[in-house]
């Protein structure tokens, strides 16, 4: 009986994928009917080796992306400091075209045998001795039930599946993402991932493919009393305020396509139980200024994988063990944000820092 996964991003195909590669069949619902908007499009350079483990290096050298050769950063201190990437063991890391790179990893799935039903739920599921019955439905009112061995919520920060169990998701701050794109702003970034520290948050810029730029405030919402429709101007009025940003930035007034996104650190309570299990940001939503999100997602799917392997094979105690790494890994990435944030001590009366000391 296949594998059914809840959610088509980076967490669930990931997980189809490493599945595969166990000889398990997969069966991946994805609720949107066309790629939707998400941030993030910076990977790291140790994401390298986890998208090699699953066998799709490939993937990066597409056109559609392009090499991120250095951070520049200010933090801590008002003088930017850059870190150039090539002379460090993982090399450089990656300015993605995020939807081109859903899709690769969507195609590189159904390659691999993976059913992949775009446009489908789940409403439920009822257990039966040694399967479960998933009921689905899709955008026209169309019901299946699928017999499955194994259930994967894999629907991101939303967790539909572990909150149709009554889990809870512990968020541990208001950080929001005020994401924007800048016309023809791109030319100072090349190669760059930016980010400056400002009294009340701090930004994050990179370049695209097309010469246009990805800039994005990091903020706890509650601090900030602005309308959806004052957002633009807002923005505009805040990026003015950067020391160093806003120099980089050719044309800084003409933001469009513009998104507020939560970007909280979480934990759901419980990341796996009898016949289930959770991965990607359904288990824990990082901070982005660790960039660690993608690379979370697809290397929990590598560990989700081997997990479910080992319990279709009759090791129930490995669902408690994957619990385990995800808490320890939790616990670790917890310390290091904290030790970031300890860095920036310049504003020390802003609501925003005082939070985060
Ligand atoms: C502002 C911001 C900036 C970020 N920047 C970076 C960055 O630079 N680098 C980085 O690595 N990470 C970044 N991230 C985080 C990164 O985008 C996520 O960690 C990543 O998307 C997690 O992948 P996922 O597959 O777990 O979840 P998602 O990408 O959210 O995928 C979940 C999928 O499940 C689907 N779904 C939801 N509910 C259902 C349902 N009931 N049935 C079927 N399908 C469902 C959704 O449509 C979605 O496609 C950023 C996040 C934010 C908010």
């Avoid at 039966?128 to 629907?155: C, M, P, W």
């Avoid at 982005?288 to 129930?316: Q, V």
């Avoid at 994957?322 to 001590?345: C, G, K, P, R, T």
Wanted: aromatic content about 10%; overall charge negative; some cysteine.
């Amino acid at each position: 009986m296949p594998v059914v996964i809840v959610g088509g991003g980076p967490a669930g195909a990931a997980t189809a994928i490493a599945l595969a590669k166990h000889g398990i069949d997969a069966i991946v619902l994805e609720t949107t009917l066309l790629t939707a908007f998400k941030p993030g499009e910076t990977l790291p350079p140790n994401a390298g080796a986890i998208i090699g483990q699953l066998g799709l290096q490939e993937l990066l050298d597409a056109d559609e992306h392009h090499a991120c050769t250095n951070n520049t950063v200010i933090w801590g201190k008002p003088e930017p400091e850059t870190r150039y990437f090539f002379s460090e063991t993982n090399g450089n890391g990656w300015h993605l075209d995020r939807p081109f790179f859903e899709q690769q990893l969507k195609n590189k799935a159904i390659e691999k045998g993976v059913s992949w039903l775009q446009g489908w739920k789940c409403e439920g599921w009822t257990p039966y001795n040694n399967h479960l019955e998933v009921t689905v439905f899709n955008r026209d009112g169309d019901q299946r039930i699928i017999k499955a061995g194994f259930l994967v919520d894999a629907s991101g920060r939303a967790a539909t599946l572990a909150r149709k169990k009554g889990l809870k998701r512990n968020s541990l701050d208001k950080l929001t993402g005020y994401y924007a794109e800048l016309k023809n702003a791109a030319g100072k970034l090349k190669g760059t991932t930016f980010i400056e520290a400002v009294c009340e948050g701090w930004w994050y810029a990179s370049p695209m493919k097309n010469g246009d730029a990805i800039v994005t405030f990091m903020t706890d919402a509650d601090l900030h009393q602005t309308s959806s429709a004052a957002v633009p101007q807002w923005l505009s009025d805040q990026l003015k305020q950067t020391c160093f940003l806003n120099q980089y930035m050719d044309q800084p007034d003409q933001f469009f396509n513009i998104h507020v996104k939560p970007a909280s650190t979480s934990f759901l309570e419980k990341p796996s139980g009898d016949r289930w299990l959770a991965v990607g940001d359904a288990i824990c939503t990082y901070d982005p200024i660790t960039s660690h999100g993608l690379t979370a997602a697809m290397g929990g799917a590598i560990y989700a994988a081997t997990a479910i392997k080992s319990y279709l094979d009759g090791n129930p105690e490995a669902m408690a063990a994957y619990s385990y790494v995800q808490q320890e890994a939790f616990n670790n990435y917890l310390s290091m944000l904290q030790n970031h944030y300890s860095i920036e001590q310049r504003w020390n009366n802003s609501q925003f820092w005082k939070r985060r000391h």
